[in-house]
Structure formats: structure tokens, C-alpha cells
């Protein structure tokens, strides 16, 4: 919705959500732009490296500021409300249901990856490369690991909502206990790979709770958050999970990569809190001015979401080409520097957001309430290559188009020509997919 269709919200609103989900990603935001430690070493190579890395006394930030496990679970929320309206006019219309939910991601995604790759090749072409470039193009696409893994949440929405709604909190325990199997079987069995089955499990969990609280049943947030702080604590104290809840270079073991059960407890946590917060927050939203900001956030957040670190690496590009000398991350001067940082980056997503946003509007064209046929599985099937496309292009990143580069996903070497082409065949399926048949024709 734009600011002026929600110039008169209705009353069954949930204002807190839309909160939540601009307010996680601005956070994930700024928490990147804090982590990003750029310096250049003695022989003048420009290295980007982590704060956390190299100031681990800052690892506890981690417990307040890795609030994606949020996002998720205000996507459940919305989701489930979502795919309840598109039941009412068809049961069967799964590819009017993934259209309505991904038009909003894939299209500004779509984009981001379309002027990116085109920029990578112009440069490659044109011979240029090296420093800070080299280490952007890398960079860039890291985020859009976020993008596959809502994808998946949004395909799995239809089956798993069938299932809470017949076994309600017994499927978020049965995807908790599963988590928990993966863990026992990782580090108690040595079990290879099987680790990489908690990207599913960790973050389902946390979306099935998003379903329980569309239906009223988070009644008790504070054992939720009880209970979660308490199992980060001790899992972090005596089990072999690292204190941070963000991936760290270098870590022999990552909460985040795969996620642990560490992090779903982190999650379960930040979830009791937030929902503790609800009522005293949804008064001060009902004031005109908080809620029009809330709103206009909502409106462009994914767009500044994929552009934000192309801000950042943007203005240390323009700190280095002018000579300024790059101050030791973590040092008393950096951290002086740190709000003339933030707000040159503030300003520059700003105005890549100006330029992008239109992607992120909702487009005319109608969802279909009697889909063909083949709309679902051909649905399905553009959600899967958009989903792995976006993955393997998160991994191997934007540089070396002509060369070959790869990245192992799921034990297949996928190159960033073949995710791209994957990404945009994946979203044309499903908004073709997704289509009123007037409409399309």
C-alpha cells in the first residue's frame, strides 16, 4: 500500500507489525554499515573487514541487533493472513497466493541484480578492477541470502499453514525438536552436512510463530522470552555455540550460517520481547505523524534493504579516491568519524532509493482468482529457481561474470550468468503464473 491508501487505516490493522518489519530491516542496516571496518594495509591494499572480528568485546551488541529471526516472524504474521484471503476466493490458487507475497521482493530484487550484473560486465569488459571495486562487487550480493531464504518461507506458507491450523503449536514444536535433532547429530554425531537442514528448520520455527500469533495464540510472550534468553545462555556457555549471533570471518562454528539452535533460541526470545512491547508501542503508532513514517519506511524499506551496501562501500569509494586517510577500525578517531559515515551513507541509500523505489510498488495487474491448470506447479517452480538463483548469487557475488567463477550450493558449483538467468526466469514464471487470465491475454 502507498502512505495515501493508509491515510485512513482501519481499526483491525495491526499497525505493530508493519513496525516491525520496517524497523528490523533499518536495524539489520545500520548493523552493517557499524561491522564494515575498512582500512588499508601497509602495501596499500583496501581490506573490508569485520568490527565484531576485530573488536570482540562488541559481540553482545549481536543479542540486540540480530533481529532478522523478527522479520521472519512478522512475515509468518502476514503471510498467513494473506494466504487465508487468497483461500476465500479460491482454495487452490497457491500461484495467485506466491504472486501476491513475492511481487514485492522479486521485482526491486530483480532490478538490483539486473543494474549490478550489467554494471559487472561493462567493467569487466572495460578492463577495470581492483581494491575497493573487486571487494563491492563480492560484497553487494551477500544480502541477498535473506531474499532465498524468505522466498522459501513464502513457498512453504500454503502446506504448513494447512498444518497449524489442524495441530497449531505441535507443528512449531515438531520443526523446534527437529532443529534440535540437526544440532545433536552435528556437533554430538559428527554427522556431515546434515547441518545445512536447520536453514529450513531454525527459520520455519520462528515463521510458524508468526501463524500462532495471526491467530491470538502468543498469550504469554514473557515464558516465550524467558525461555529463549535462558536457552541462549546456557547453550552459549556450555555448548559449542560463539557468543555472537551474526557470522563472523573466521569462526570455526557461525550461529547464522548454518543457524543453530543457538539462534533459534535467540530468535524465540526476541519474539517474547517484542510482543511484550505491543501495547504501550501500538498507543504512541496511533499518532498521525509516527504512523505516516512508519508507512513511508514500509513503502521503500526492501528497496534500501538491497541497496545499502552499495551506499556504504560507495562512500568509502569516494573517502579513498580523495586521499583521506582510513582510520584504525575500532580506534577512537573511527568511532568519532562513525555518525559522518552513517550519514553520508544514510543520504547516498536515500537516493538510490529515490531512484529504485518504483520497483516496489504493488503492480496493476490483477492475481488470478481461477488459475490454470498448470499456474501452481509452474508457481512452484519459478520459487525455486528465483530462491536458488538468488542464493548462489549471494555466494559467488557479481565479479568475474566472464570468468567462471563458482560457488558450491548444496553440493552443486553454480556461476553468478547461471543464477541471474536462473533469478529472472524464476520471477517470470511466477508472475506469469500468478496472472488473471483476462490480464494475461
Known amino acids: 500500500m502507498r502512505p495515501s491508501d493508509l491515510a485512513a487505516t482501519p481499526e483491525s490493522r495491526d499497525r505493530y507489525v508493519d513496525l516491525l518489519r520496517a524497523g ?27 568490527l565484531l572480528a576485530l573488536q570482540p568485546r562488541l559481540q553482545p551488541l549481536t543479542w540486540l541487533f540480530q533481529v532478522m529471526p523478527v522479520f521472519f516472524y512478522v512475515g509468518g504474521f502476514a503471510h498467513a493472513l494473506s494466504c487465508r484471503s487468497v483461500r476465500r476466493k479460491n482454495p487452490k490458487a497457491y500461484s495467485a497466493f506466491l504472486r501476491a507475497r ?26 577495470a578492477g581492483g581494491g575497493l571495486l573487486d571487494i ?9 541470502w535473506f531474499v532465498g531464504i524468505y522466498l522459501a518461507m513464502v513457498a512453504f506458507t500454503p502446506p504448513l499453514l494447512r498444518l497449524h491450523e489442524r495441530w497449531g503449536w505441535g507443528v512449531f514444536g515438531g520443526l523446534v525438536a527437529a532443529a534440535v535433532a540437526v544440532d545433536v547429530l ?37 515464558l516465550l522470552a524467558g525461555a529463549g534468553l535462558v536457552g541462549a545462555v546456557l547453550l552459549v556457555a556450555y555448548g559449542p555455540y560463539p557468543l555472537s549471533m551474526v557470522g563472523i570471518p573466521g569462526e570455526r562454528i557461525s550461529n547464522m550460517a548454518p543457524p543453530t539452535l543457538a539462534l533459534l533460541c535467540h530468535g524465540l526470545w526476541l519474539v517474547g520481547a517484542v510482543e511484550l512491547l505491543r501495547a504501550p508501542v501500538a498507543r504512541w503508532l496511533r499518532r498521525p505523524r509516527v504512523w505516516r513514517a512508519v508507512v513511508t ?40 568519524q562513525v555518525p559522518l559515515r552513517l550519514t553520508a551513507a544514510a543520504t547516498l541509500t536515500a537516493v538510490l532509493v529515490a531512484a529504485f523505489r518504483t520497483f516496489e510498488k504493488p503492480s ?8 490454470r491448470a498448470w499456474a501452481g506447479p509452474a ?25 567462471g567463477r563458482t560457488a558450491l550450493l548444496i553440493a552443486v558449483h553454480v556461476t553468478a550468468p547461471v543464477a541471474v538467468l536462473m533469478t529472472l526466469a524464476g520471477w517470470l514464471l511466477v508472475e506469469r503464473a500468478g496472472r488473471d487470465r483476462g490480464a494475461a491475454a
Open 24 to 50: 528490523s530491516l533499518g536495524v539489520v542496516v545500520l548493523g552493517h554499515w557499524l561491522m564494515a571496518a575498512v582500512s588499508v594495509d601497509t602495501a596499500g591494499q583496501v581490506q573490508v573487514g569485520n
Open 102 to 127: 513475492l511481487r514485492r521482493l522479486l521485482r526491486p530484487t530483480v532490478v538490483f541484480i539486473g543494474v549490478w550484473g550489467a554494471a559487472a560486465l561493462v567493467l569487466q569488459l572495460a578492463g
Open 136 to 144: 563491492a562487487l563480492r560484497l553487494v550480493a551477500q544480502p541477498l
Open 186 to 222: 552435528r556437533f554430538g554425531l559428527g554427522v556431515p552436512y546434515v547441518e545445512f537442514l536447520n536453514f529450513a528448520f531454525v527459520w520455519l520455527a520462528i515463521h510458524q510463530l508468526g501463524f500462532l500469533r495471526a491467530d491470538g495464540r502468543l498469550r504469554r510472550p514473557y
Open 297 to 336: 519506511a514500509g513503502g521503500v524499506s526492501m528497496t534500501a534493504f538491497l541497496w545499502h551496501l552499495t551506499a556504504m562501500l560507495g562512500v568509502y569509494g569516494v573517502l579513498l579516491a580523495a586521499g583521506v586517510r582510513m582510520p584504525e577500525p575500532g580506534s577512537g578517531v573511527w568511532w568519532i
Open 364 to 371: 496493476g495487474v490483477r492475481e488470478s482468482s481461477a488459475p
Open 379 to 403: 508457481a512452484a517452480l519459478g520459487v525455486t529457481l528465483s530462491l536458488f538463483g538468488v542464493l548462489g548469487l549471494s555466494m559467488v557475488g557479481f565479479g568475474g561474470l566472464l570468468e
